[in-house]
C-alpha cells in the first residue's frame, strides 16, 4: 500500500535545515548543539512515526519536480529504506553527543558540526530515495560534504587522504552515473519501487557490465576489495567522522546501493540466471578473509577498525549476492549489527585518545583498569564481532549460513568460520592486554572519559546485547528486514 | 575543371587573394603586417560576394530615363557595403590595439612580444 | 621554414577550394540562383515599392534597412572601442603637443582650405543623391571624414577640434543608429513595422523624405565617427 | 491572447539606445551611465520577458522587418532557442551591476561611458545574433559582438591586455570572415539569405560541393567563435585579461556564439536534407571530448584563478560541441541546456573570482589561500559554481552532463558517454585545489584575514547567480521542457 | 577585348597583393595597399556596381590608409 507523504522528505530536509542553521548561527557553541540536537531528535521522531506504518507495509511516497521524463527528486520509505534510515537516525543522536563531547578543542566546530549534518541529511536522502537518479544525487553529495570532515585536522596527511578519499569515491560516482545513465536508456525508468527493472531480453554483455559499473560504483563506499583503498587513509579524521564514515553513513551508503542495486535495479530473479552475482559472492569472500587478515597485523586501533570494518561491510555484499532469502535478511540486519558495534569500537578508540591520549594497540595494556566502563563496551562489540551467540553478530552469522547452505554454497559457510576465528584473533588480544595485562610498578586509579563521551558508547553496547537477544521481538529492526525480504522474494 | 574555373575567374581569383592574405596573418611577424593581410582576405571575400551579383552586361542597377536591362544583382552590392564598414570598423580597432601595444611594449613583431609575455 | 610550411599548406588547401568554386553557379550567368530569386524581385518592383531610383539604395536603407542599422552600429562599436581603449583622461591631455611630424608645405595648405567648401559640398551632393545616383550616406560621410582628416592635419588639431564643437560631438557621433532608431519607431507609428516606409499614393514623398534623413544621418554620423577615429589615434603618443 | 507585436524589435533596438546615448548620458558623470545602462537592460529584460511567455504559449512567431516577406526583408525569428535571451539579459543586467564599482575605480573617468556603451554593444549584438532568421543579418550582427568583445578585452589596461585582445581579434576576424564567405556561397546557390527559404532551396541547386564548402565554413568559423580544442588559442588570455565582469559575459555568453550559430546553421542542413552531416558530427563529437580533456589538462597547472576558469570554459564548450555531435535529442536538450545552465555558472565563478580579485588585489590560488575567512560569501558562491560546474548533483551543471551521456548512449556511443563522465572528474581536479586553498590551507599573506566582503553592488550578482545554480539544479525540467518541441522540429528530418 | 581588360585588372590586382606582403617598409606597403583598394576599385566600376567601388575608393583607398600611416608614425616604419 502506498501512501502520499511528506515525511519521507522531511527527514533529510530536518538535517538539511540543521546544517543551515548551524552555519548561520554556529559561531556560538550554544546554538550550535542546540540545533544539532535538536534536529537529530526530530529526526529520530519523523522516522520512527513511519516505522509502525512500515512495519505494516505501508510504503509512504513523495514526490517532488521531474528532472527528466518519469524521474525526478523523489522520496520513497519502503521497508529496506526504513530500515536504513532508522538505524542513521538512531546513531546520529549519540554521534552527535560524542561529537560536541570529542570536538570540545577543537578548530572550525562550526564547520564541522554543518557538513556533519549535511553528511546525515544525505544518508537519509539515499535511504529514502525513490529511484535511482536520487540515490546518485544523495550518493554524489554525500562525497562532496565528507571531504570538509575528512580534511578537518587541515595537515598535509589530511589534505593526502582527502585526496584519495574523494579520488576513489568520484571516480565510483562517475561508474553510478554510467550504470544510471545506461538503465534509463534501457529501460526508460530509474525507480526502485520494483523488484528489479531490467529484464533478460537485453543481452548479457549489456548487463555484464551495467552490473561491473554499478557494483563498482557502489563497491566503493562499500569497500570491496579491491576498491578500499581510500578507507584506511580516512583514518586521519577525527574520530565522530571515523565513527560516521564508518559505520553510518558512507560505507553504508555503499552497501545500501549494492542491495538496492542487486534487489531492485537487477533483481533476484534476473540475478539467479546470470553468473555475475555468484562472482560478486566470491569477491565478498575474498574481502572478509583478507580484510580480517590485514587487521591482524595493524598496530594503530583505527586503521585495525578500518580493515575490520572492510571485511565486516562484506558481509553484506555476500549476503546479498546470495540471493536467499536467509541471506538476504542476514544482509539487511547485518546493516544494523555492525553500525552499532563498530560504533561502539570507535567511540571506544576516540574515548580512550581523548582521556589517555593513547592511539596504538601496544599501548592499550591494563586501561582494562583505568577505563572498565568503556573497554566493557568495546569487549561488547568485540565479542559481537567474532559472532558469540547473544550478541547481534552471532544474528548476521547464523542467518548468512543459512542462506549460503539454502544456497548450495557451503564453503561460504567455512569462509564465515575463518572470519569470526580471524576476529577473535584480532580483537580477543586487545581484550586480553587490557584486563591481564597491567603494565609493571604502576597503580591504575579508575579515570574514565568523560560522560558526553561515555554515556553513548555504553547505550550503543547496550544495542548491540538488545539487537543479539531479542532479534525475534516484533517491531525489532529485525521484522523490517523481513518484510524488505518478503517484497524483494515476493513472499 | 580548367574550364569551369576560366569561367568563373573572379571566384578563383577571389580565392587566390584569401588565401594569400591568409598566409600574411599566419606567417608575417609584424602586427601591421598581419593586419594587412587580413584586410587583403576581406577585400576578396567582398570581391567573392559582388562577383556573385555580375551579369553578362550587367548596367549599374539604377533606374533612371536612359537606363535600361540587364541590371546586376543589387544584393550583392548591398551586402558588400555592410562588409566594407565592419573592415573599417575592424580595422580601426586593430590598429588602436597595436599602438597601445607598441607603446606599453615598444615592438610590435610578434615574436618579441610573445617572448615578452 | 614555418612560412614555407604555411605556404605550402595553403598551396594545398587552395586545390580543393578552386574545385569547389568552380561548381559555383556560372559567374555572370543571368540564369543563377542568385539572380533569379530575391534579387528579381528588388530589381523589378524596387523602384516602385522602395522608393529610390537606385536599386542598392533600396536595398540598403528599405528592404534591408535593418542590415545598415547593424552596419552603423559595428562603426559606433569601432569608436567606442578605440576611444575605451585610448581616450586619454584629461589630466594628461592638457600637456604641450609637439609638432606635427610631418611639416605641411605651404602650397598643400593653400590647396586644402581652398578645396574645403567645394568638398563638402560634394560630400552633401552624394550624401543627398544616395537614392537617384551611385553613392550615398556612408559614402558622403567618409568624404566628409576625410575632409576632416585634411584639415587637422593642414590646421592643427586645436583649430580643426572646432569643426565638432565639444558639447555636440557625442550626438553626432551617434547621428547615425539614431537616425535609425528614429525612422523606424516612426515606421512603427506609421506603417505598422519597424523600419516601415509608407508607400501608399499621396505619402510618397515621406518616403523619399525619410530615405534622405537616413542617408543624412549616416553621413553626418560616419563623418564624425571617422573624424573622431583619426584624431583619437593621432593624439595617442 | 493578443501581444504587442513590436517587442521583438524592443529586445534588440533598446540595448542599442541604450549603448549609443550612454555617451552622450555619462559624460563626466560615471555613476548616471551605470543606472542608465540598467535601466537600458531593463527594458529589454521586461522585452525578453513578454517574448519568452508568448513564445511558450504559442509556439515560434517571427516579425518581418520594415513590413517586407522574407525572403525579400529581413525577418527577426523567435524560437525556443531565442529563449537564450533571456539568459542574456539576466547576465548583463547582473554584469552591469557587477561593473558599477568596477569602472569607478579601476578606469578612467573619461573612458566609464564608452565602457558601458561597449558592454551594451556587445548584449545588442548577442540578442540580435539570437533573434535574427537572416544569414547575412546574423554576421552583422555576430561583428557587433565580436568589436566590442575585443575592446572589452583591452580594456582593463593590463600589461598583456592589447596583446589578447589583438590575438582574439585576428582569430576572431579570420573565423568571421570564413562565415561572410560562406554566406556568400550559400546566397550564390540560393539566392536568398533568409534562414528557412535558404534552407528550403539549398537542394535545388545540382552540385553538392558548394553547400559543402559553406559548411565546413561555416562550422570552422563558429569553432573559432566557440574555441574548440585546436582553435582555443585565443581564449585563454583573453578571458583571463579581461575585467571580470566582461569575463563573465564572454566566457558565459560570447562564445556561446559559436555554438548558438552552430545550432542555426545545423538547422538549415537538417531541414535541407541535401548533406550527410555524420561525418561532421563525429568530427564534433571527437574535438568536442579532446576538448574536455585538453581544457582540463591546462587548467590543472594554472596558478592564476581566472586562467583556470578560462581553460575550464574551453572544457564545457567541448560538451556542448559533443552534445551537439551526437545529434540524438537527449545530446542536444544537454547541449542547448548546458548553454544557459554554463552560462549562469560561468558568471557565478568569474563574477565571485573577480570579487575577490577586486578586495584582496591577488589572483593567484597561492596568494588567495585563506580568502574563505574573509569573504565567506563570495567563497561559497564560488564553491557552488565549482561543485555545479564539475556535474555534482543536484546544481545545475550535473543535468547537462546527465542529458549529454544520457545522448551518448541514445545515439550508440557509450564511449563518448563514458568519456564525458570521466571528464568531469578530471575537471574537479583543479576545482578542488581551488576550495582547498580557499578554506582549508592557511593564508599565506595574514592581512588577507583583514579583508571585508565584497560592496553589495558585487554581492548580490554573484549570491543571485549562485541561488540560480542550485536551484536551475532542481528546477532543470522547465527550462529542459522548454527546449524539448524545438529539438524534436529539429531532429524531424533525421527521423528521430 | 573585355576579358583581356579583366585579367590584366585580376593580374595587377594579385601582384599588389603579394607586393603589399613582400614590402619591408610599412608605408611603402600601405601605400600599395592603397594601389591595391584602388584597383579593387575598378573592377568593381567595371563590373557593374558603382556603389561598391566608391565605397572602396573612399574608404579602402582612403581611410583604411591613413589608419595605416597614422599607425605607421606611431609606431615604427620598418618590419624586421
Known amino acids: 500500500m502506498e501512501v502520499v507523504d511528506i515525511r519521507p522528505m522531511l527527514a533529510p530536509l530536518i538535517s538539511f535545515v540543521c546544517a543551515g542553521l548551524v552555519f548561520a548561527t554556529g559561531r556560538a557553541a550554544f546554538w550550535r548543539r542546540f540545533w544539532s540536537l535538536a534536529a537529530a531528535v526530530a529526526k529520530l521522531a519523523v522516522v520512527m512515526s513511519m516505522l509502525p506504518g512500515a512495519l505494516r507495509g505501508t510504503v509512504y511516497v513523495f514526490k517532488l519536480v521531474d528532472f527528466t521524463p518519469g524521474v525526478g527528486l523523489g522520496f520513497r520509505a519502503d521497508a529496506l529504506g526504513m530500515f536504513f534510515a532508522v538505524v542513521s537516525s538512531t546513531l546520529w543522536i549519540f554521534t552527535t553527543i560524542y561529537a560536541i563531547g570529542y570536538m570540545e578543542r577543537e578548530h572550525s566546530r562550526m564547520r564541522f558540526f554543518g557538513f556533519f549534518a549535511l553528511c546525515v541529511s544525505t544518508t537519509v536522502g539515499i535511504a529514502f530515495a525513490e529511484n535511482l537518479l536520487t540515490l546518485f544525487l544523495f550518493y554524489e553529495t554525500l562525497t562532496i560534504c565528507t571531504y570538509p570532515l575528512v580534511i578537518h585536522e587541515e595537515t598535509p596527511e589530511a589534505f593526502k587522504a582527502g585526496r584519495k578519499y574523494l579520488t576513489y569515491t568520484l571516480i565510483g560516482g562517475a561508474f553510478v552515473l554510467i550504470g544510471t545513465v545506461v538503465v534509463y536508456n534501457l529501460t526508460g525508468t530509474l525507480s526502485l519501487a520494483h523488484p528489479g527493472i531490467l529484464t533478460s531480453s537485453i543481452d548479457t554483455g549489456t548487463l555484464g557490465l551495467l552490473f561491473v559499473a554499478l557494483i563498482a560504483g557502489f563497491g566503493v563506499k562499500a569497500a570491496i576489495m579491491p576498491l578500499h583503498g581510500w578507507l584506511p587513509s580516512a583514518m586521519v579524521a577525527p574520530t565522530p567522522v571515523s565513527a560516521l564514515l564508518h559505520a553510518v553513513a558512507v560505507v553504508k551508503a555503499g552497501a545500501f546501493g549494492v542491495l538496492r542495486v542487486i534487489y531492485n535495479v537487477f533483481g533476484v530473479e534476473l540475478l539467479r540466471d546470470l553468473p555475475f552475482a555468484h562472482v560478486l559472492a566470491y569477491l565478498a569472500a575474498f574481502t572478509i578473509v583478507t580484510a580480517s587478515f590485514i587487521a591482524l597485523f595493524q598496530d594503530n586501533i583505527k586503521r585495525r577498525l578500518a580493515y575490520s570494518t572492510i571485511s565486516q561491510l562484506s558481509y553484506i555484499v555476500l549476503g546479498a549476492a546470495l540471493l536467499t532469502p536467509l541471506a538476504a535478511t542476514a544482509a539487511i540486519v547485518h546493516i544494523a549489527n555492525q553500525a552499532f558495534a563498530k560504533i561502539t569500537m570507535f567511540f571506544v578508540a576516540g574515548a580512550i585518545q581523548r582521556t589517555t591520549g593513547k592511539t596504538c594497540v601496544h599501548e592499550l595494556a591494563g586501561i582494562g583498569y583505568r577505563m572498565p566502563y568503556t573497554m566493557a563496551a568495546f569487549t561488547i562489540a568485540a565479542l559481537s564481532f567474532i559472532g558469540v551467540p547473544l550478541f547481534a553478530g552471532f544474528v548476521t552469522k547464523w542467518y548468512l549460513s543459512l542462506g549460503a547452505l539454502e544456497a548450495g554454497d557451503w564453503w561460504f559457510v567455512v569462509v564465515l568460520i575463518a572470519s569470526a576465528l580471524l576476529n577473535a584473533a584480532y580483537w580477543l588480544p586487545i581484550v586480553y592486554l587490557a584486563y591481564f595485562k597491567a603494565p609493571p610498578g604502576t597503580t591504575m586509579r579508575v579515570a574514565e572519559a568523560r560522560p558526553t563521551l561515555l554515556v553513548p558508547t555504553l547505550i550503543c553496547a547496550g544495542y548491540v546485547l538488545l539487537l543479539g537477544t531479542t532479534a525475534n521481538v516484533p517491531g525489532m529492526p529485525f521484522s523490517l528486514a523481513r518484510a524488505a525480504v518478503q517484497f524483494v522474494f515476493g513472499m | 575543371m580548367i574550364e569551369a574555373l576560366w569561367n568563373n575567374l573572379d571566384y578563383a581569383a577571389s580565392v587566390v587573394l584569401f588565401l594569400i592574405g591568409l598566409y600574411a596573418v599566419i606567417a608575417k611577424n609584424n602586427l601591421v603586417k598581419k593586419f594587412m593581410g587580413l584586410n587583403i582576405m576581406e577585400t576578396a571575400v567582398f570581391a567573392f560576394i559582388v562577383a556573385l551579383g555580375v551579369v553578362e552586361g550587367g548596367d549599374a542597377p539604377i533606374h533612371g530615363p536612359d537606363a535600361h536591362p540587364p541590371f546586376t544583382n543589387p544584393l550583392p552590392q548591398a551586402l558588400i557595403l555592410t562588409g566594407i564598414v565592419v573592415a573599417v570598423s575592424t580595422t580601426a580597432l586593430a590598429l588602436s590595439l597595436i599602438i597601445r601595444i607598441h607603446r606599453q611594449c615598444g615592438t610590435i613583431e610578434a615574436d618579441e612580444l610573445r617572448e615578452m609575455e | 621554414m614555418k612560412r614555407a610550411l604555411v605556404a605550402a599548406l595553403l598551396i594545398v588547401a587552395a586545390i580543393p577550394l578552386l574545385s569547389i568554386v568552380a561548381e559555383l553557379p556560372p559567374h555572370a550567368a543571368p540564369d543563377s540562383p542568385a539572380y533569379t530569386h530575391v534579387s528579381a524581385h528588388y530589381l523589378e518592383h524596387g523602384a516602385e515599392e522602395a522608393g529610390a531610383e537606385n536599386i542598392v539604395t533600396d536595398v540598403i536603407l528599405n528592404y534591408r534597412g535593418f542590415d545598415t542599422n547593424g552596419e552603423v552600429t559595428v562603426i559606433f562599436t569601432a569608436l567606442a572601442a578605440v576611444l575605451a581603449i585610448l581616450l586619454l583622461p584629461s589630466e594628461e591631455r592638457v600637456e604641450e603637443r609637439p609638432a606635427p611630424a610631418m611639416p605641411v ?77 528614429v525612422i523606424g519607431i516612426a515606421g512603427i507609428a506609421v506603417v505598422g513595422s519597424y523600419l516601415g516606409f509608407p508607400a501608399e499614393e499621396p ?24 573624424g573622431t577615429l583619426f584624431w583619437t589615434m593621432e593624439a595617442e603618443r | 491572447m493578443a501581444y504587442w507585436p513590436h517587442w521583438l524589435v524592443v529586445v534588440v533596438v533598446a540595448p542599442l539606445v541604450g549603448a549609443v546615448l550612454a555617451p552622450v548620458v555619462g559624460r563626466g558623470r560615471p555613476k548616471v551611465v551605470a543606472l542608465w545602462a540598467l535601466a537600458a537592460m531593463g527594458v529589454t529584460s521586461l522585452a525578453a520577458l513578454n517574448l519568452i511567455v508568448r513564445v511558450a504559449e504559442d509556439g515560434p512567431f517571427s516579425y518581418d522587418m520594415g513590413g517586407w516577406e522574407p525572403p525579400v526583408g529581413i525577418e527577426l525569428r523567435f524560437d525556443e532557442f531565442g529563449a537564450s535571451v533571456g539568459i542574456i539579459c539576466l547576465l548583463g543586467m547582473l554584469a552591469l551591476l557587477f561593473s558599477y564599482r568596477y569602472a569607478e575605480h579601476t578606469l578612467p573617468t573619461e573612458r566609464v561611458p564608452y565602457y558601458y556603451s561597449l558592454m551594451l554593444l556587445n548584449l545588442t549584438g548577442l540578442i540580435g545574433f539570437v533573434v535574427t532568421g537572416d544569414l547575412f543579418n546574423l554576421f552583422v550582427f555576430m561583428e557587433i559582438l565580436s568589436l566590442s568583445g575585443y575592446a572589452l578585452v583591452a580594456v582593463s589596461g593590463e600589461r598583456i591586455a592589447e596583446m589578447a585582445a589583438f590575438k582574439y581579434l585576428v582569430m576572431g576576424a579570420v573565423s568571421s570572415l570564413l562565415v561572410l564567405f560562406s554566406i556568400g556561397v550559400l546566397y550564390s546557390v540560393t539566392g536568398s539569405l533568409n534562414m528557412a527559404d535558404v534552407a528550403a532551396r539549398l537542394g535545388d541547386w545540382g552540385a553538392r560541393s558548394p553547400a559543402m564548402l559553406a559548411l565546413a565554413g561555416l562550422s570552422l568559423g563558429f569553432m573559432v567563435k566557440a574555441a574548440i580544442f585546436p582553435v582555443h588559442i585565443w581564449l585563454p588570455d583573453a578571458h583571463a585579461i579581461a575585467p571580470s565582469p566582461v569575463s563573465a559575459i564572454l566566457s558565459g555568453l560570447v562564445v556561446k556564439v559559436g555554438v548558438l550559430g552552430m545550432l542555426r546553421v545545423y538547422q538549415i542542413f537538417y531541414a535541407a536534407e541535401t548533406l550527410d552531416l555524420t561525418g561532421l558530427n563525429t568530427l564534433l563529437v571527437w574535438l568536442g571530448a579532446i576538448s574536455i580533456v585538453m581544457g582540463a589538462f591546462f587548467a590543472i597547472f594554472q596558478e592564476d584563478v581566472k586562467m583556470m576558469l578560462a581553460y575550464s570554459t574551453i572544457s564545457n564548450v567541448g560538451y556542448i560541441m559533443m552534445g551537439l555531435g551526437l545529434a540524438s535529442s537527449y545530446g542536444l536538450i544537454g547541449a542547448t541546456v548546458h548553454v544557459f545552465n554554463h552560462a549562469l555558472i560561468k558568471a557565478t565563478l568569474f563574477l565571485s573570482a573577480g570579487a575577490m580579485i577586486y578586495r584582496t588585489g591577488y589572483r593567484t590560488l597561492h596568494d588567495l589561500r585563506g580568502v574563505g575567512k574573509a569573504m565567506p560569501i ?21 543535468l547537462c552532463k ?22 568531469a572528474l578530471f575537471i574537479f581536479v583543479y576545482y578542488i585545489r581551488m576550495v582547498n586553498a580557499f578554506y582549508f590551507q592557511p593564508a599565506t599573506h595574514p592581512e588577507i584575514a583583514e579583508v571585508s566582503e565584497a560592496p553589495l553592488s558585487m554581492l548580490v550578482p554573484v549570491i543571485i547567480l549562485a541561488t540560480l545554480c542550485l536551484v536551475m539544479g532542481i528546477l532543470g525540467r522547465i527550462p529542459l521542457s522548454f527546449i524539448e518541441p524545438a529539438v524534436t522540429r529539429m531532429l524531424a528530418p533525421l527521423g528521430g | 577585348m573585355s576579358q583581356l581588360f579583366d585579367i590584366t585588372l585580376i593580374a595587377l590586382l594579385i601582384a599588389c597583393a603579394v607586393a603589399v606582403i613582400r614590402t619591408k617598409d610599412l608605408l611603402a606597403a600601405a601605400i600599395i595597399f592603397s594601389a591595391y583598394s584602388l584597383v579593387m576599385c575598378l573592377i568593381w566600376q567595371h563590373r557593374g556596381a558603382p556603389d561598391v567601388a566608391m565605397t572602396e575608393a573612399a574608404v579602402g583607398a582612403g581611410v583604411t590608409t591613413v589608419l595605416f600611416i597614422v599607425t605607421i608614425a606611431r609606431t615604427v616604419r620598418r618590419e624586421r
Open chain 4, 402 to 423: 546527465w542529458y549529454i551521456a544520457l545522448g551518448a548512449f541514445q545515439a550508440d556511443q557509450p564511449f563518448f558517454g563514458v568519456a564525458l563522465v570521466f571528464g
Open chain 3, 105 to 181: 608645405s605651404m602650397v598643400v595648405r593653400f590647396v586644402v582650405r581652398l578645396l574645403a567648401p567645394f568638398i563638402a559640398l560634394f560630400a552633401v551632393y552624394v550624401i543627398m543623391n544616395g537614392h537617384v545616383t551611385p553613392g550615398g550616406g556612408f559614402q558622403g560621410g567618409t568624404i566628409l571624414g576625410a575632409l576632416v582628416i585634411a584639415l587637422t592635419i593642414v590646421l592643427g588639431e586645436d583649430e580643426a577640434h572646432r569643426l565638432l564643437p565639444r558639447p555636440a560631438r557625442p550626438w553626432l557621433q551617434a547621428a547615425a543608429p539614431l537616425t535609425f532608431v
Open chain 4, 378 to 398: 563570495t567563497t561559497i558562491a564560488l564553491s557552488i559554481g565549482a561543485i555545479s560546474i564539475v556535474g555534482i548533483p543536484p546544481t545545475a551543471g550535473f
Open chain 3, 203 to 226: 505619402w510618397q514623398w515621406v518616403r523619399t523624405a525619410w530615405l534622405v534623413i537616413l542617408e543624412i544621418g549616416i553621413g553626418v554620423g560616419g563623418g564624425a565617427i571617422i
